[in-house]
């Protein structure tokens, strides 16, 4: 089964690709920083995703006309770039030349395009039934901290840390996350993190009212207990009819009424007696029954 940052991969494949060369690099460089190795004068990308590399082989055709073929190993895809152009944009960025701040945070036009490359290259985000996380793994620490610059010109809060060999950039921050999958056009998956963060909260606020009334109703029977004790100590030693007529009326009420709170009792009475006033009858019923 696909995992939930596959299939928010490969629902970003099913865009359009850019129409400027600008964002074309763009998106194809993003791939390349995060998931290519060059040797022997070749580039190799490699991704656990059959449609990101063949989005990458169409990225390439439209750079610079080549074709590439997607190769399968084991559980990877991966295809392998001869072309100087592709190359030399590579080694230019590898010996420091740019930036990715410089290349791609300039022109906004080409952000989001840069973005989704190299989250195809080196991002991942958790399922969010189960956790919210997104992060841009790489083993370069330049590529770290050039990323972290470019994410924080998209006031897009990412934390940096290390974890083992590997560089993270990571949020567990439903805001950030979001944005960074608006900018990159991922809208499904952003879509299915709000309406599971709403729901959430929806299910969080029913139980803390249902906590709430649980809470109260467990304060109202506390204290009704009381108040029968002392009804009951009265009955037993001077008799409830001894009591003034105010409240013989409250403790007769009580007791035909065990489980309702003060502003309920009050309403059975004729007439109606407030919250307050009947809390004071029942403060001298308790003062009486204590000297009893």
């Known amino acids: 089964m696909k995992s939930f940052s596959q299939k928010t991969k490969e629902s970003l494949c099913k865009l359009n690709p850019p129409g400027k060369p600008c964002c074309i690099n763009a998106e194809m460089m993003g791939i390349l920083i995060f998931a290519s190795r060059l040797k022997d004068g070749e580039l190799r990308v490699v991704s656990e995703s059959f ?5 990458f082989a169409v990225l390439v055709k ?37 930036t990715i701040f410089e290349l791609f945070a300039t022109n906004e036009c080409c952000r989001g395009a840069f973005l989704r490359g190299a989250f195809w290259g080196g991002g991942l985000i958790v399922d969010p039934q189960k ?39 990571y949020s567990k921050n439903t805001d950030t996350i ?12 952003q879509m ?3 309406n599971l963060k709403i729901e959430r909260e929806l299910r969080n ?7 709430g009334e649980l809470a109260n109703m467990d ?4 204290a009704a207990g009381k108040q029968l004790a002392a009804i009951n100590k009265i009955e037993a030693t001077i008799g409830i009819k001894n009591l003034p007529e105010d409240l013989q009326e409250v403790a007769f ?24 006033g009947i809390n004071h009858r029942i403060k001298r019923i308790i003062e009486i029954a204590k000297k009893q």
């Open 192 to 194: 299915q993190i709000i």
């Open 219 to 222: 304060k109202v029977i506390d």
């Open 51 to 55: 449609e990101v590399m063949k989005r």
């Open 178 to 189: 979001c944005d960074a999958l608006a900018y990159m056009g991922a809208v499904s998956a």
């Open 131 to 169: 956790t919210y996380n997104m992060e841009f793994v790489t083993t370069d620490e330049r590529i770290h901290a050039e990323m972290k610059e470019f994410l924080t010109e998209l006031e897009l809060d990412f934390k940096a840390t290390k974890r083992r060999s590997s560089f993270v950039l």
């Open 205 to 211: 606020d029913i139980n803390r009212a249902n906590n």
């Open 62 to 98: 439209r750079c610079c006309g080549d074709s590439t073929r997607v190769m399968e190993n084991k559980n990877n895809f991966y295809c392998t770039v001869t072309n100087k152009k592709i190359i030399d944009m590579v080694l230019d960025y590898e010996s420091g030349k740019t």
């Open 253 to 276: 009420a009580r007791l035909n009424n065990k489980d309702l709170s003060l502003g309920a009792l009050g309403k059975t009475l004729t007439p109606q007696l407030t919250k307050s």
